[in-house]
């Protein structure tokens, strides 16, 4: 009898525990999207993240997130002169907040901002000049904000959005196709 009492208050305890978890972790597939150089040139591999919770106000839990991710353009494809890849790197620290809705319990909207770094490294040859060394980073501000879907008590699916505007040098025209970044991202996650 102590046993099966034992299982059921330690069954229970874990199950409000995942719900109300203070941590959780995250892999998304990247999309990009719009009208800029992203888009245009580049597809994205995964997207792993995880959000700590650490402030609790009524309906509205705050806390911090850190995200990154592989993005890859590939010109091998066109048989040219240009044969080479580069791979951009992302780095996302963000606070975010998320809204608990009592009438929806499984539905939790989120917004948040941070700071994305873009790191974008360079293999192989363009018009016969290697360009391995051309790597850059680029650091800005950016805003997040989606939608997260209780499947279980530990297991969610979201979905968000990350816009990010660069500050490109005086090499490059500042206009929304070389400064704008979206993705949007389809993900997966787990309460612990």
Sequence with gaps: MKQKLFLVILFLSLKSFSQDSKLS?????????????????????????????????????IGASLNGGILSNNTNDNNGDQDFRVKSYLIQPRIFSELKIESVPK????????????????????????????NSTESVINANFGVAYDITSKIFLDLQFDYVKLNVGNEVPKTAFNTNVNLLKVGLGLRL
């Design 107 to 134: 539905i939790r909207p989120f917004v948040g901002i941070g700071y994305t770094f873009m790191v974008f490294k360079a293999t192989g040859t363009n018009n016969g000049f290697d360009v391995s060394a051309s």
């Design 25 to 61: 972790l995250e892999m998304h597939y990247p999309l990009t999207m719009g009208q800029n150089f992203i888009s245009k040139n580049y597809s994205g591999i995964i997207d792993v993240g995880g959000k700590f919770r650490f402030s609790e106000l009524k309906n509205i839990n």
